[in-house]
């Protein structure tokens, strides 16, 4: 199959990412990859506090997904994560890998692309800012929550709605990010956790204004499945409504929802979780008339872990290889 050489741009952060372009890049030859700076947990989170680093998890998914590399081991050896051990429980490879290239080139963007030189990746991966902010969320009673971790795993009535998201400080848009944007021929958002993977890209100072100047076609990916804490008992309207909220009227061009309903089976392992799937409901006709609704089956089917609800990877390919 010959490959378009298009200029393809992902925009989010953690599996989101790394699902869209494990897809793409069987159908695409130029893309890029442009990475959420939010994270605070886990070894992301250690080494950030103890090094001062930008928050290498989501960047080091994204350069496993566009890894090119014959060597195997390689992308294995990225994603690894010790499971004992003192002071290394926890921890994972790859982003102690991009914490030491941080050290030695004095820059994360740099230590960044020397891990995708490693892994031999085809395409860039760049982070969103090169500025260390923090990831806040205002809740619908005026309740404050700080970190990305507090948000995703809510250390707070999980029942209450987040009202809006914010960064602090203030940071602006990596010039490379932007460039990216500007020059490509589409820009895909998401899918992924809509207020810890998704906003925090569109909360950077210049991200929406790259986004309205573009000549791209910018497409939202919409999620198959709820996250309680963030998006309790959204429609797929919520969803895309709600990301129109932060990039503006006349910025996206394509929402693409999932149309397929997973088995009974499927959902129900996600009832402890109060995880919901994603109605493609009725409230989508009343969005932005700019905005053009594609209803697909996004639903990667056969045998998964313990039978997990998770976006397929070509079947997302294939949709966005018709839209460009």
Known sequence: MEKSNKKIVVIGGGTGVFTVLT?????????????????DGGSTGILREEFGILPPGDIRRALI???ASDDKMLA?????RFENGYGLAGHNFGNLLIAALERITGNFEAAVNEAGNILSIKGHVVPVTLGNARLIAELENGEIIR?????????????LKI???????????NPNARK???GADAVIIGP??????????LLVGGMVDALRKTKAKVIYLSNVMTKFGETNNFSASDFVGTVISYLGKGVLDFAVVNNHRPSLKNLSIYVKEKSYFVEPDAGLEKLDKSVSVIKADLFRSGKLKAGLVRHDPEKIARVIKLLV
Request: charged fraction near 20%; glycine fraction near 6%; hydrophobic fraction near 40%.
């Open 76 to 80: 294995q050896l990225f994603a690894y």
């Open 192 to 201: 992924g956790d809509l207020y810890t993977s998704i906003i925090p890209n």
């Open 163 to 173: 009202k809006k998201a914010s960064l602090y400080p203030a940071v602006k848009i």
């Open 65 to 67: 997904a566009l890894s």
């Open 23 to 39: 897809g793409l890049k069987h159908y695409f030859n130029d893309l890029t990859a442009i990475v959420t700076m939010a994270d």
């Open 180 to 182: 990216a944007i500007l």
């Open 147 to 159: 970190g990305e971790t507090n948000i995703d795993i809510p250390k707070h009535d999980g029942n």
